[in-house]
Nanobody
């Protein structure tokens, strides 16, 4: 069992920055990839960024150059630094985790944190 708890969301003006955090607790030793997804009202949930244990990262095209994903394997925490925010970044952001022993994932999800960017 793994629990993911996000924090750091909020309201920010366009061009501003936010840093999201997601702490993993429980049976976290087998977790490999961690990622951030987002879902805007009326839209499908989409992958924003992911990171493996080895530090390999992947980003959705709309956030490349603006967002940075990182992880602390000691603290079992994944971060999403969001700079130059745009109104279209407004969404509920969810962290997710993969456990290779359970096959394809994601297998665990956080409760979500709201990010609102005003113009």
């Amino acid at each position: 069992q793994v629990q993911l708890v996000e924090s750091g969301g909020g309201l920010v003006q366009a061009g501003g920055s936010l840093r999201l955090s997601c702490a993993a607790t429980g049976s976290i030793f087998s977790i490999n990839a961690l990622g951030w997804y987002r879902q805007a009202p009326g839209k499908q949930r989409e992958l924003v960024a992911s990171i493996t244990l080895g530090g390999s990262t992947n980003y959705a095209d709309p956030v490349k150059g603006r967002f940075t994903i990182s992880r602390d394997n000691v603290k079992n925490t994944v971060y999403l630094q969001m700079n130059s925010l745009k109104p279209e970044d407004t969404a509920v952001y969810y962290c997710a985790a993969d456990d290779p022993e359970l096959g394809t994932g994601p297998h665990y999800w956080g409760q979500g944190t709201q990010v609102t960017v005003s113009s």
